[in-house]
C-alpha cells in the first residue's frame, strides 16, 4: 500500500527512557518531515529533511534527533523522554521541500510518564 | 512574529454552507493551504491558493486574498462526515509551513 507507515501507533513510555519512532515512505519523495500536535496547538516542525542525507532543524527540535540513511525512512528518537514530550507525533512527506502539500502518516501517539 | 489566525469551533446545520475564515501575518508568501483532520486521524491536503481568487473543488471551495492576509474555506451540502477540524496552513519566504491551530467544524443534523 503506496504512502507513509508510521509506528508504533501508540506507546507508553517512563521518564527518561529512549525511543524511536519510525517512518517508512514509499512514494520516492525528497522531503520528510516530524512534526508533533497538541491540543490548542498547530502542528509544531520538530525537524525535517529535505532530502536523504541532510537534516534540518525545525521549530522544537530539543530532545529529539533524526536521522535520514536513504530515501524511505526518517526516524525521530528520543533519547531521553520527558513528560512535556506527551503528544501525538506526525511524520510527512513531500515530493518537493518547495511545496505545502504534505501527506501525513496516520500519527504515533507517546506518553510520558 | 509568524501568525495564524482562525476560530477554535464552528458548529453547523447539515444540508447548509460554511465558510471558515484564515487570517495570516507571515514572513513571505508562497501559498494557502488548506486540511482535513477528522478525529484521531492524520490531516489530509484539500486546497491550495497562490493567486488571488476562489478555487472550487466539488462541494468545497477556497478563497484568497493576498493584500488582506485572509483566506477562507466555503463547504456547500454538509455532510456529517465534514465533522472535522480544518487546518490553515502558509508556506513562507524559507519554504517553511506555517500552521494555525485549526477550526473544529461541528455538523448538526
Known amino acids: 500500500i503506496a504512502g507513509i507507515t508510521q509506528a508504533p501507533t501508540s506507546q507508553i513510555l517512563a521518564a527518561g527512557r529512549r525511543m524511536t519512532l519510525r517512518c517508512t515512505q514509499d512514494?520516492?519523495?525528497?522531503?520528510m518531515y516530524w512534526y508533533r500536535q497538541d491540543l490548542g496547538l498547530g502542528l509544531r516542525l520538530i525537524h525535517y529533511?529535505?532530502?536523504?542525507?541532510?537534516?534540518g532543524k525545525g521549530e522544537v527540535p530539543d530532545g529529539y534527533s533524526v536521522s535520514r540513511a536513504n530515501t524511505d525512512d526518517f526516524p525521530l528518537t528520543l533519547a531521553s523522554a520527558v513528560p512535556s514530550q506527551t503528544s501525538v507525533y506526525f511524520c510527512?512527506?513531500?515530493?518537493?521541500?518547495?511545496?505545502?502539500?504534505?501527506?501525513f502518516g496516520e500519527g504515533s501517539r507517546l506518553t510520558v510518564l | 512574529g509568524q501568525n495564524i489566525d482562525q476560530p477554535t469551533e464552528m458548529t453547523a446545520t447539515e444540508g447548509a454552507i460554511v465558510q471558515i475564515n484564515c487570517t495570516y501575518q507571515?514572513?513571505?508568501?508562497?501559498?494557502l493551504f488548506w486540511y482535513q483532520q477528522h478525529a484521531g486521524e492524520a490531516p489530509t491536503f484539500l486546497s491550495y491558493?497562490?493567486l488571488d481568487g476562489l478555487e472550487e473543488k466539488g462541494r468545497f471551495s477556497s478563497f484568497l486574498s493576498r493584500s488582506k492576509g485572509y483566506s477562507y474555506l466555503l463547504l456547500k451540502e454538509l455532510q456529517m462526515k465534514d465533522s472535522a477540524s480544518y487546518l490553515c496552513?502558509?508556506?513562507?519566504?524559507?519554504?517553511?509551513?506555517?500552521w494555525g491551530a485549526g477550526t473544529k467544524l461541528i455538523i448538526k443534523p
Open positions: 491558493n497562490v
Open positions: 529533511s529535505n532530502t536523504a542525507g541532510t537534516t
Open positions: 507571515t514572513s513571505g508568501f508562497n501559498g
Open positions: 512514494m520516492r519523495h525528497n522531503a
Open positions: 510527512a512527506s513531500s515530493d518537493s521541500p518547495d511545496t505545502g502539500e504534505l501527506f
Open positions: 496552513a502558509v508556506l513562507d519566504s524559507n519554504y517553511q509551513l506555517i
